[in-house]
């Protein structure tokens, strides 16, 4: 059997908000005590808050590392370029104490344990093993192999379990996103160097799940193209 508990932080707390939100009426079958029932509750929007100001704080790097590129490098189709304005988190909730997970998973381990406890409460409260988390979503890595076949790159790749992968292309000035493909495998269709000409393209790729980028960056492949 697996774990019911989610992987990614962004699944996580919305788990530990749903559980949060929904504890209250279980509270007198399993004997919980209202600080117990607070606690919870301020580590779910504690959590909440860290996740969210994460992806914000990850975005502005995204930004802050493309300007910094078009800065270094330049771009013909970029006229003018403005810096990247930090983002405004949002007002930090009262802190928690370090071991949000591992109290979670006490409480979740009380009702397991109680002779109460049944699977469609599990389920309600968030805490059913569910084929998603079948997924290694923290560790998932495509493999890439590139290849040129009738005068194009094609990239091959394996989709498992997954929905597709995100592509990016380096060209010369950075990675920027390509495409995405969901059915193996895939045709980069860009305008081949001109006649008598070469470049070195590079490319790597993410796998998607629910539409959302998981795991890590596969390794990089680098193909000369030439017409």
């Known amino acids: 059997m697996g774990s019911y508990l989610e992987i990614t932080d962004e699944k996580f707390s919305f788990q530990l908000s749903n559980f949060a939100s929904k504890i209250d009426t279980y509270s007198t079958t399993f004997g919980f005590t209202a600080p117990e029932i607070a606690s919870i509750k301020a580590d779910a929007l504690y959590y909440e808050w860290l996740v969210r100001n994460l992806i914000k704080i990850s975005t502005f790097k995204k930004d802050w590392t493309s300007f910094k590129t078009i800065v270094r490098k330049g771009d013909t189709n970029v006229i003018n370029t403005t810096t990247p304005v930090f983002p405004q988190l949002d007002q930090e909730p009262t802190m928690v104490a370090p071991g ?119 390794d990089i492949v680098t193909l000369t193209v030439a017409s």
């Open 100 to 218: 949000i997970q591992f109290r979670f998973t006490t409480m979740v381990n009380r009702i397991k344990s109680h002779q109460s406890y049944t699977v469609a409460i599990g389920q309600n409260l968030g805490i059913e093993f569910s084929a998603t988390q079948k997924l290694d979503l923290d560790n998932a890595q495509p493999s890439l192999k590139a290849v040129m076949r009738a005068g194009k790159v094609n990239l091959d790749w394996k989709k498992g379990k997954y929905e597709g992968i995100i592509i990016e292309k380096d060209s010369g000035a950075g990675f920027v996103t390509l495409d995405k493909d969901l059915h193996p495998n895939f045709i980069d269709n860009s305008a081949m160097p001109a006649q008598g000409e070469s470049a070195i393209w590079k490319y790597r790729a993410m796998y998607l799940y629910s539409d959302e980028k998981v795991g890590m960056w596969s």
